[in-house]
C-alpha cells in the first residue's frame, strides 16, 4: 500500500516536474523567441454594438483584455454571445464600437482598413474554422501566400520547410480540392505559422473536423505554437481545446469573464497526457 | 508606431498569373472567355462582313448604272458640268439612247439603240462574246462601224455574228453578242432588244434630228468624297427635265432589298452584341460572387486594397486580352467563311477590309470586359475581410441599382457604334428595358401560378414548382435573359423566313419573263395562237394608251418631264417616286380599258363596272390617287394624242405592286377609250428552250418589241440569295450568343442548386425524384420564357415589320410551339448538362463540398 502511496506520489511528482520543466521549456522559448514578456495585445473599454432598425444591439459589453506575448489563450462561450465578433476586433478585422484595441503597440482602432491590413500582414496569422485555402492556389502557393504579401524573401523555402512540419512536404502542388479536411487544414496551420506572426488567431479550428482529426489538428497548432513562441488566441467552445491553453476567457452575452486559474492547470495536465 | 508604410507585394503579378492559370484550366473562365470571344467575334465578322457585303453589293449594284452617279436628260449636259466634273478629277462616260428600226436585209425590228463612248461603262462589266460557244469576255471598246447586239436580234433579224445591220442610214458590222449590259437593270421599259454602237458613229446613223426623241446620260465615277463635291455643287442647279440619280435611287426593287438586307444585318448583328454582353455580366457576376471569400482572405491575411486591385485588374485585364485577340481570330475565320459562301454570288475583289471592324470588335470587346464587369469586379475588391469570419452569403449583389448605369450606358454606347443610329439603338435600348421590368413581373406571377398547379401534379413537379417560386427572385431574372435570348432567336428566325419568303414571293414560278409591246390589233390574234400552240404561260393581252391626265376637276395639272422609268405598265417603280402633289401626275401615263378587274387588284372605294355599261369611267389605283387628293366621283381630264376627254372615278383599287403582273394605275371601261387607236402589250414566261421559237416567230413582226427581264430577275435573285447566306451566318451567331446566356444564367445557381442538392439527399430523397425535379424545373422554366418570347417576338415583329421593314404585317402562331417547346427543350438540355455531374454526385461528396 505504501509501496503504491510512494508509487503514485512518484508518478504525481514526475508529473508535476514533466510540467514545471515544460513551463520552463515555454518560458525559455519565450525568452529565446522573444527578449521579453511584454503585452502583446491590450484591450479597454471596448464595447460593439450594431444598430438594429431604431434599436442598438449591444454585441460586447465594455471589456478590458490583456494578452502577454507568448500565452496561449482560450475564448470559449456558446454560440452568439459575442466570442468571434470580439476576435474579429482583436484581429483588426473589423473596428470596436467604443474602446481601444493595441496591437504591438498599434492603435488598432484608429487605422483605416489599408493599415489594419499591413498590420495583419506584419503581425498576425489566422485558422478559420472552414480552412479558407484559395482554391486557384496549391498548397504551397497557399503557405507561401502571407509570407509573399509581407514581402519575405525566402517565402518558398519556408513554405516548403513548414509542408514537411505538417507532414505535407508531398501535396505541394496539389490544389485545396485535391486535399482531406484535416489536409486543407495542416496547410492553413503552415499558412498560419509562414510569417512567424506575433499572433496567431484560430477561429474554432477543428470545428469542421471530425474528433480524432481534431485532436490532430490541435497538436499540431500547439507544437508549432510551442516550438515558435507565438501568442495564441483561440474561439473555441469546445471545453477541451480550451483547456489546453494556458488562460481561458468566457464570453456570456457580451461579457467577458476570466475563468479560474486551477481549472487551467488540471486541464493542462490533461491534455499533455492527451498528447503524450 | 504609426508610421506605417503601406507597400504593395510584388507577388501580386505572380499570384495573379498563377490564378489565371489554373481558372482556366479548371474552366472557371470558361462562360466569360466565350462571352467575350463571341461579342468580339461577332462584331468583327459581321462589321467586316457586311461591310465586304455592302461594298460588293454597292459595286455590283453600281453595276446596275454603270457608275457612281448618272446625269440624264432630254438634252446635252451643259458645258459648265462637264467643265466642273473634270475638275474634280471625276472619270465621264456618256451614251445616248434612242429607239429604232434598224434593219438587216428584208428583216427588220425595232431595237433600242445605245451609243457610247470609249470609257463606257466606268462601273461594273460589260461583257460579251464574239461567237456563241464562246465564253463572255469583256467588251473594252466597241470599233467605229461595228454594233454589238442582244442574242435575240440575231434571231428576229435573221442574222449571224459578222452579219451587217443597218441603223438608220449607216451600216454596221455586228461583232459579237452582248451578255451582261452593267446598267441593264435601269433599263426596264426600252423598246427592244439593245444594240450598242459607238456614239461617234452615232451622227452618221442621221437619226438624231431636231424633236426626236433621244434621251442623253453621263456617267460619273470617282474618289467618294469628289463625287459628293460634285453632287452638293450639282443638284440644286437641276431642273425638273434633269435627272441625277445613284445606283440605290435607280432601282427601287433593287434598293429596297438592299436596304432591307442591310437593316436587318445590322438589327441581328445588334441583338447578337446585346446577348454576348448579357452573357458577359451573368458571367461576370458570378465571377465577382465567386472570388469573394478569395479576396476576403488574401485581405485577412494582410492584404493591401492595392494588391487585390492589382491582382484583379492584371488577372482580368488578361483574361479580357487574351478573349479578345482570340476572338478577333474567330472573328476574322467567321469572316472569311462568310466570304467564301458568298463569292460564288458576289465580286468581292474590290473589297478591301478596312480597319473599322477591327476597331469596332476591340471597342466591343473592352466594353463588354469593362463596363458589364466594373461594378461586379469593384464590389469584389471592396469585400471586406471581416467576411471570412461572418461569412460570404450576405454580399448578394443588388440586381437593380443605379449600378446598372454602367452596362446600361455602355449597351447603347455598342449599339450606337455599331448601328450609328440613334433612334434604332435608343428604343432598342429603351424597348429592352421596358420588356424586362414587364417580363420580370409576368414571370414572378407565372411561377407563382406554378406553385399552386404544381401541388397538385407530381413529387418530382411538385418539387420542381417549388423550387421555382421559392427561388422566385433569381428565376424571374434568369426568365428575363431565357425570355431575351429565345425572343431574338425567334424573332430573327421570323424575320428572315418572312424577308426572304417575302422576296422570293416576287418571282413565283410563272412570273412573266418577257413583255411584248408595240402589239398591232391584227396581231394580236395570231400571237394569241402562237403562245396557245407553245403553252406559253402570258397574262392576256391589254391595250395600251400614253396619255397625260391634265386636269382633275378641270383644274390643269402641272406638266413635268416624263421620267424615263415612269413607265407604269410595270410594278411599283412609279410607286417608290412619289410624285409631288397634282404636279407629278403630269407625266404620260400607260393607260388601258379592261373590262374586268384583273387580278392582284381589289376595290377598295365604290365599284368595278358591268361589261355593258356605256358611260365612260375610270379606275384608279389607291396610291396614286392617295397622293393627287383624288377622290371617288372627281373628274378626270386625259389628253392621249390629239383626243381630250373626261372621265369620273368610279372606283379606287388597291394594287399588289410586289406581283409580277401587268398593272396599271389608270383603267379606263371600254366605252371611255373605244374610239382612241392603239396597241396592245403582253407578259409572257418563255422558257429557256423555247426562246428561240419565239423569238423566230416574232421576226415576222418587226414593230413588235420584246423585252426580256429574265436577267434583271436572275440579277435580283441573285441578290437574295446571297443576303440569304448573310443572315443565316448571323443567325447562327446570334443562337450561339444566346446559348451562351443560357449557360451563363445556369452555371449562376449552380452554388445554390449544389446546396439545396445536398439537403435533399440528406433528408433521403431519391436520385431519380432529385435528377427529374431540377429537369422539370428547367423545363417549366423554358417552357415559360419560351411563351413569354413568343408574345414579345409577335409585338416585336409587328413593329419591325410595320415600322422599320415596311412590310405588311403577320402572325406566327406555329413559332409560339416552336419557342415553347424549343425553350423547354433547350432549356431543359443545357440546365441537366450542366447539373448533371452535381447530380451524380454521391450524397457524401455532395454534403462535404457544401457544408
Not at chain 2, 494 to 516: D, G, R
Not at chain 2, 605 to 625: H, I, L, R
Request: glycine share 6%.
Amino acid at each position: 500500500m505504501v509501496c503504491l502511496d510512494a508509487l503514485l506520489a512518484n508518478v504525481e511528482e514526475d508529473v508535476v516536474n514533466v510540467r514545471k520543466l515544460k513551463n520552463i521549456k515555454i518560458k525559455m522559448g519565450c525568452l529565446f523567441m522573444k527578449s521579453d514578456s511584454e503585452i502583446i495585445l491590450k484591450i479597454s473599454a471596448l464595447t460593439k454594438s450594431v444598430q438594429l432598425e431604431d434599436k442598438a444591439l449591444e454585441l460586447l459589453q465594455p471589456i478590458d483584455l490583456t494578452v502577454n506575448s507568448g500565452e496561449t489563450l482560450a475564448i470559449v462561450g456558446s454560440s452568439g454571445s459575442g466570442k468571434t465578433t470580439l476576435l474579429s476586433i482583436l484581429a483588426g478585422l473589423d473596428l470596436p464600437t467604443s474602446g481601444e484595441v493595441y496591437l504591438k503597440n498599434h492603435p488598432l482602432h484608429q487605422f483605416n482598413e489599408e493599415q489594419r491590413s499591413q498590420v495583419r500582414a506584419n503581425h498576425v496569422g489566422f485558422i478559420f474554422q472552414q480552412f479558407l485555402l484559395i482554391s486557384s492556389l496549391t498548397a504551397l502557393e497557399n503557405v507561401m501566400l502571407p509570407a509573399e504579401l509581407a514581402n519575405q524573401p525566402d517565402a518558398k523555402e519556408q513554405g516548403l520547410a513548414l509542408l514537411k512540419q505538417v507532414g505535407l512536404a508531398e501535396r505541394g502542388e496539389h490544389y485545396p480540392s485535391q486535399l482531406s479536411g484535416g489536409e486543407q487544414q495542416r496547410v492553413a496551420i503552415a499558412r498560419a505559422f509562414i510569417t512567424k506572426p506575433d499572433v496567431l488567431f484560430a477561429d474554432e479550428p477543428t470545428g469542421n473536423l471530425d474528433t480524432k482529426t481534431g485532436v490532430h489538428i490541435a497538436d499540431l497548432l500547439f507544437d508549432l505554437n510551442e516550438k515558435l513562441g507565438t501568442t495564441l488566441i483561440l474561439v473555441t467552445h469546445d471545453p477541451k481545446l480550451a483547456l489546453r491553453c494556458q488562460r481561458q476567457v468566457e464570453m456570456d452575452s457580451g461579457i467577458l469573464q476570466e475563468k479560474s486559474a486551477t481549472t487551467t492547470s488540471t486541464n493542462e495536465y490533461a491534455a499533455d497526457m492527451k498528447v503524450g | 508606431m504609426n508610421e506605417l508604410t503601406i507597400k504593395s507585394s510584388p507577388a501580386w503579378f505572380k499570384q495573379s498569373l498563377s490564378l489565371l492559370h489554373h481558372e482556366f484550366r479548371r474552366g472557371d473562365l470558361t462562360i466569360i472567355f466565350l462571352a467575350i470571344v463571341l461579342a468580339v467575334g461577332t462584331v468583327f465578322s459581321l462589321t467586316g462582313f457586311t461591310e465586304q457585303i455592302k461594298q460588293a453589293i454597292m459595286s455590283n449594284s453600281a453595276n446596275t448604272i454603270g457608275a457612281d452617279r448618272v446625269y440624264g436628260a432630254t438634252r446635252k449636259i451643259p458645258v459648265e458640268f462637264l467643265e466642273k466634273s473634270e475638275t474634280l478629277s471625276l472619270n465621264i462616260a456618256s451614251k445616248i439612247l434612242t429607239d429604232s428600226m434598224v434593219f438587216a436585209g428584208d428583216n427588220m425590228l425595232l431595237s433600242e439603240l445605245d451609243a457610247v463612248s470609249d470609257s463606257y461603262p466606268l462601273r461594273g462589266k460589260f461583257m460579251g462574246k464574239t461567237s456563241l460557244t464562246q465564253t463572255p469576255v469583256s467588251i473594252e471598246t466597241i470599233k467605229l462601224g461595228t454594233a454589238w447586239v442582244e442574242e435575240s436580234v440575231l434571231a428576229r433579224l435573221d442574222v449571224k455574228i459578222g452579219g451587217t445591220v443597218e441603223v438608220g442610214v449607216l451600216p454596221l458590222t455586228i461583232v459579237g453578242v452582248i451578255t451582261e449590259i452593267p446598267d441593264r437593270s435601269y433599263r426596264m421599259f426600252t423598246a427592244g432588244p439593245a444594240i450598242f454602237l459607238n456614239i461617234e458613229d452615232m451622227p452618221k446613223t442621221e437619226l438624231i434630228q431636231p424633236g426626236s426623241r433621244a434621251y442623253y446620260q453621263y456617267l460619273f465615277a470617282g474618289e467618294q468624297d469628289d463625287i459628293e463635291t460634285f453632287e452638293k455643287w450639282l443638284k440644286p442647279q437641276l431642273n425638273d427635265t434633269q435627272r441625277w440619280y445613284d445606283a440605290k435611287s435607280a432601282q427601287s426593287r433593287l434598293s429596297n432589298v438592299l436596304d432591307r438586307s442591310e437593316k436587318f444585318l445590322s438589327l441581328a448583328s445588334m441583338l447578337g452584341i446585346v446577348l454576348a454582353a448579357v452573357a458577359v455580366a451573368v458571367a461576370s457576376r458570378r465571377y465577382g460572387q465567386r472570388h469573394q471569400p478569395m479576396v476576403a482572405v488574401f485581405k485577412a491575411l494582410g492584404a493591401s486594397k492595392s494588391h487585390v486591385q492589382k491582382l484583379y485588374m492584371l488577372h482580368w485585364g488578361l483574361l479580357s486580352l487574351i478573349s479578345i485577340c482570340v476572338g478577333l481570330v474567330v472573328g476574322y475565320l467567321l469572316m472569311l467563311i462568310g466570304v467564301s459562301a458568298i463569292e460564288n454570288y458576289l465580286s468581292l475583289d474590290e473589297s478591301q477590309l478596312s480597319f473599322k471592324p477591327f476597331f469596332t470588335a476591340v471597342i466591343t470587346g473592352l466594353l463588354c470586359a469593362v463596363a458589364f464587369a466594373i461594378h461586379p469586379i469593384t464590389e469584389l475588391i471592396a469585400t471586406k475581410p471581416l467576411d471570412v469570419i461572418r461569412g460570404f452569403s450576405q454580399n448578394v449583389l443588388p440586381k437593380f441599382g443605379w449600378h446598372q448605369l454602367i452596362p446600361l450606358l455602355a449597351l447603347f454606347a455598342l449599339l450606337m457604334l455599331f448601328s450609328r443610329d440613334l433612334m434604332m439603338s435608343l428604343s432598342l435600348l429603351l424597348g429592352g428595358i421596358l420588356v424586362s421590368v414587364v417580363l420580370l413581373f409576368l414571370g414572378r406571377l407565372i411561377m407563382g401560378a406554378g406553385r399552386t398547379a404544381g401541388t397538385k401534379a407530381g413529387k418530382s413537379w411538385h418539387l420542381a414548382l417549388a423550387n421555382l417560386k421559392r427561388r422566385a427572385n433569381e428565376n424571374s431574372v434568369q426568365l428575363v435573359s431565357f425570355t431575351i435570348a429565345i425572343q431574338l432567336l425567334l424573332l430573327i428566325t421570323v424575320m428572315k423566313s418572312s424577308i426572304i419568303e417575302e422576296w422570293q414571293s416576287q418571282f413565283p414560278e410563272n412570273t412573266p419573263n418577257h413583255y411584248l409591246l408595240n402589239i398591232t390589233a391584227d396581231e394580236v390574234v395570231p400571237l394569241k395562237a402562237f403562245a396557245q400552240e407553245l403553252a406559253i404561260d402570258n397574262q392576256g393581252f391589254y391595250s395600251i394608251f400614253l396619255g397625260r391626265l391634265s386636269a382633275i376637276n378641270n383644274e390643269k395639272t402641272i406638266s413635268i418631264d416624263d421620267k424615263k422609268d415612269s413607265t407604269e405598265t410595270e410594278s411599283d417603280e412609279k410607286k417608290e417616286e412619289k410624285p409631288k402633289g397634282r404636279k407629278g401626275a403630269g407625266r404620260e401615263l400607260s393607260l388601258t380599258w379592261q373590262s374586268e378587274l384583273p387580278i392582284e387588284n381589289e376595290v377598295v372605294e365604290g365599284k368595278w363596272w358591268q361589261e355593258n355599261d356605256n358611260t365612260p369611267q375610270v379606275s384608279m389605283e389607291s396610291g396614286m390617287a392617295e397622293r393627287l387628293a383624288i377622290k371617288l366621283g372627281d373628274k378626270l381630264t386625259f389628253t392621249i394624242g390629239s383626243d381630250e376627254f373626261t372621265v369620273p372615278v368610279t372606283s379606287i383599287r388597291d394594287v399588289n405592286w410586289k406581283s409580277r403582273q401587268l398593272n396599271f394605275i389608270m383603267i379606263f371601261n371600254q366605252a371611255a377609250i373605244q374610239n382612241i387607236e392603239s396597241t396592245s402589250i403582253s407578259a409572257w414566261m418563255i422558257p429557256d428552250e423555247k426562246k428561240k421559237q419565239v423569238y423566230r416567230f416574232l421576226s415576222e413582226y418587226p414593230t413588235i418589241s420584246i423585252m426580256d427581264f429574265g436577267s434583271i430577275m436572275k440579277q435580283l435573285m441573285n441578290m437574295i440569295d446571297q443576303v440569304s447566306i448573310a443572315i443565316e451566318l448571323i443567325l447562327v451567331l446570334v443562337i450561339l450568343a444566346g446559348s451562351l446566356v443560357l449557360v451563363a444564367q445556369v452555371q449562376a445557381s449552380m452554388e445554390e442548386r449544389e446546396r439545396e442538392l445536398a439537403i435533399l439527399r440528406t433528408l433521403g430523397a431519391k436520385g431519380s425524384l432529385l435528377r427529374n425535379s431540377v429537369l422539370f424545373e428547367f423545363i417549366a422554366l423554358g417552357g415559360v420564357a419560351g411563351l413569354m418570347a413568343s408574345i414579345a417576338m409577335e409585338i416585336a415583329v409587328y413593329f419591325l415589320q410595320t415600322q422599320v421593314f415596311e412590310m405588311a404585317a403577320s402572325f406566327h402562331f406555329s413559332y409560339w410551339l416552336v419557342g415553347i417547346g424549343a425553350g423547354a427543350a433547350f432549356v431543359g438540355i443545357m440546365g441537366m448538362l450542366s447539373c448533371w455531374r452535381l447530380l451524380n454526385l454521391s450524397s457524401v461528396t455532395l454534403i462535404r463540398r457544401t457544408m
